[in-house]
Structure formats: structure tokens, C-alpha cells
């Protein structure tokens, strides 16, 4: 997998291991890594701008409350449906599918997540299953930090 990059959305109030575990993990298969912080006025604190953005094989969508304020910034939005549009991985854990909620790439998918959004996934029109992770096409979802080697290993064969 090398030449792969892959960007992880950052915020505050993200779920430290949810977006530390993937990076380290990612960092012994991928060579480039972008992290965002959408509340800067940019999409971007390093190399992920609108330039970079078709440029990117995986995006990564940590939990915590974060995605509540991802979900709310048009811009984080359009990324998770170019990246859909194009097939890429979207990978997301914990609370993170609020995002794919309402970017509105979640309906007839098969997902997981937190278990304090699943009326959340079901109301938006996914079919939820209660696994450690779930792949559907070129997405990815996990329920909680617990099942991060589950969601690495996924999100990488999706990679390779």
C-alpha cells in the first residue's frame, strides 16, 4: 500500500483513540497521512485542501462528539459524498455515522456504530447489525474503541 493517503477528520472533542490507534496502525501500511481541522476557516491544518481532497484514498471519521460539528460544515459533507461518488473508503467509528447521516450516503447501507445513535442510522434508512465492523462497498463502520483492530484490518484490506 504504499503512495496511499489517507485523511482523518480532527476536532475537538474527538475520541482520542479512535483517530491515534488507525493513524499508528495506518502509519505501517500507508506513506501519507492528512489530518484536517475543519474549525480553522479551512478545510485543512496540513496539505488537505480542496487540491488535495480528490487526491486522498480513505477518509477516516473518528467518534466522539466531533461529528456533531462535522455534520453541521458543508464542507466536510461534500468530501464524504465525492468520496462516495468516486467509491473511495470512508471509514467511520463510534458516533461518526452521524456524519454519513447527513452527507446522506447512509441509506441502504449495511452499518454499525455507537449504540446510543442507532435510532440515528436506522431513521436515516440504513440496516444496522449489532458487529465489531461492518464493510458495505467502500465503507467501513465500528461500534466503539474495542473494535479497532477489527476496523483497521478492514479498512486496510479495503486499501489493498
Not at 496511499?4 to 500507508?30: A, Q, S
Not at 452499518?111 to 442507532?118: G, L, M
Not at 442510522?121 to 461492518?134: L, M, Q
Request: charge should be positive; charged fraction near 30%; aromatic fraction near 8%.
Amino acid at each position: 500500500m504504499p503512495g496511499k493517503r489517507v485523511g482523518i477528520l480532527t476536532e475537538f472533542n474527538y475520541e482520542d483513540i479512535e483517530l491515534w490507534y488507525p493513524f499508528y496502525r495506518l502509519k505501517e501500511e500507508v506513506t501519507k497521512h492528512l489530518r484536517s481541522a475543519p474549525r480553522k476557516g479551512k478545510l485543512t491544518t496540513r496539505n488537505m485542501d480542496t487540491r488535495a481532497r480528490p487526491n486522498i484514498d480513505a477518509l477516516i471519521i473518528p467518534g466522539g462528539f466531533a461529528p456533531d460539528y462535522w455534520r453541521r460544515d458543508q464542507r466536510i459533507l461534500d468530501l464524504v459524498r465525492e468520496m462516495d461518488k468516486a467509491r473511495k473508503v470512508i471509514a467511520s467509528v463510534c458516533h461518526g455515522p452521524w456524519v454519513l447521516i447527513s452527507a446522506k450516503v447512509i441509506r441502504d447501507r449495511k452499518v454499525t456504530c455507537f449504540k446510543a445513535i442507532i435510532d440515528d442510522v436506522v431513521n436515516a434508512g440504513a440496516n444496522y447489525s449489532d458487529a465489531p465492523v461492518v464493510v458495505d462497498m467502500n465503507m467501513v463502520t465500528s461500534r466503539e474503541p474495542k473494535d479497532l483492530p477489527d476496523f483497521c484490518k478492514a479498512l486496510i484490506s479495503l486499501l489493498k
